[in-house]
């Protein structure tokens, strides 16, 4: 059957993620793997989506989106990331930050661009680009830090470089790049003329520095795209509703591949979002900042606890753990916690673009209710 199938797909599997997520759900295990966020989204935003439904707004939206969720998510961008973007023609609501994503590589790549991100990665960015026949360069971040080196950096991007792709807070490292490595991306973009996308979906979740949005940086924002969404802040992964921000030329490309990929996200859930947005208060993403950096301490104290030895994030809710010598191999070691303790992480070497770095690291997520994740840590105290 395989004469049927695209050549660009053959090579493709379900990631590690899928299979830890599976394989934990049938043991009746603790999910640690997987970024499902795992929380009650706010009351708010189920009733904005739930009131839009008994007012059956279930037609087509704008290509856009909703006009009034693109003014919402306007004001949010000036209040809390300090940029300035036009509703009518710089911001588009996508079907989750994921199909923005691909909108983007669809709108500005062509066959034999490059794009640069930092390693550890995730994943989709890589399959997605070379879906489309294109280069993905790395440049390595070093623990406990996650730091790059800028000569690095500097050696991987030319002129056939279109995009620097930048995940901050991070995942898998929970790493927040600081400003001045946010300016040396700045400073190369410019040099190489090359576009800088963002996605900064975990921008909420931050412990011990701020997060800075790119484009608020001098020289960015007429080259920047920035990606973001509701599933992580209200804890609505599934609803698949995200946006994007930037340059109306490029932004408006943006959109008619979204169009063409997804027509428009579900119009309810657009409605929900905004009410979100619009409506919770700044005690809101306080309160989540404390309950994840609580849920961060307990995870980490707890690795510490059994000899493993736990990079601390400073944002997002992942944290990737080196375990040294105590397995084979990462692989090894995922399998080992299901099977005896029914704990699910992620083999660390599936983010590494050279996975021998990551052979001695697993991801754990801690995007759980407090109880499960209290489970999950004592499951894994009996390692």
């Not at 079907?95 to 062509?110: P, V, Y």
């Not at 959109?255 to 009410?275: F, K, M, N, R, T």
């Not at 993403?285 to 990079?311: S, V």
Request: some cysteine; hydrophobic content about 40%.
């Amino acid at each position: 059957m395989s004469r049927f199938l695209a050549e660009r797909i053959l090579s493709k599997k379900p990631s590690a993620i899928r299979h830890y997520s599976a394989w934990v759900q049938r043991v009746d295990g603790v999910n640690l793997s997987q970024g499902v966020c795992d929380q009650p989204a706010p009351e708010v935003v189920k009733q904005g989506a739930k009131q839009a439904i008994d007012e059956d707004r279930a037609i087509y939206t704008h290509m856009q989106g909703i006009l009034s969720v693109r003014q919402s998510v306007a004001e949010k961008l000036k209040k809390y990331n300090h940029l300035t973007a036009d509703p009518e023609t710089e911001i588009t609501i996508t079907t989750g930050s994921a199909a923005g994503f691909a909108a983007l590589i669809e709108a500005t790549l062509n066959p034999g661009d490059n794009v640069v991100t930092f390693s550890p990665y995730y994943s989709y960015y890589l399959d997605y680009i070379k879906l489309r026949g294109c280069e993905l360069r790395f440049v390595d971040t070093y623990p406990p830090d996650w730091h790059y080196d800028t000569a690095a950096l500097a050696a991987v991007v030319d002129e056939r470089t279109k995009i620097i792709l930048v995940c901050t807070p991070n995942n898998p490292t929970g790493k927040v790049f600081t400003r001045s490595e946010l300016q040396g991306i700045v400073e190369l973009a410019n040099k190489h003329d090359c576009l800088i996308a963002t996605d900064e979906v975990y921008e909420y979740i931050v412990h011990d520095q701020p997060h800075i949005s790119i484009a608020t940086l001098p020289g960015a924002a007429e080259r920047t795209i920035t990606m973001s969404g509701g599933s992580k802040t209200f804890a609505i992964t599934g609803w698949r509703i995200g946006y994007i921000s930037g340059p109306a030329e490029i932004v408006q490309k943006i959109a008619v591949a979204h169009d063409i990929i997804c027509i428009c996200p579900p119009s309810c859930l657009q409605l929900g979002v905004e009410a979100g947005l619009r409506q919770l208060p700044d005690s809101y993403y306080q309160q989540m900042e404390k309950d994840y950096r609580a849920k961060r301490d307990l995870l980490l104290n707890t690795l510490t606890r059994i000899g493993m030895e736990p990079y601390k994030p400073a944002g997002a809710f992942y944290m990737m753990v080196n375990f040294h010598d105590r397995f084979e191999d990462d692989f090894k070691a995922a399998d080992a916690l299901i099977e005896r303790v029914g704990v699910a992480a992620v083999p660390g070497s599936i983010f590494f673009a050279h996975p021998e770095q990551g052979q001695t690291q697993l991801r754990f997520c801690y995007a759980k209710k407090m109880a499960d994740l209290e489970d999950g840590c004592q499951r894994l105290l009996r390692l």
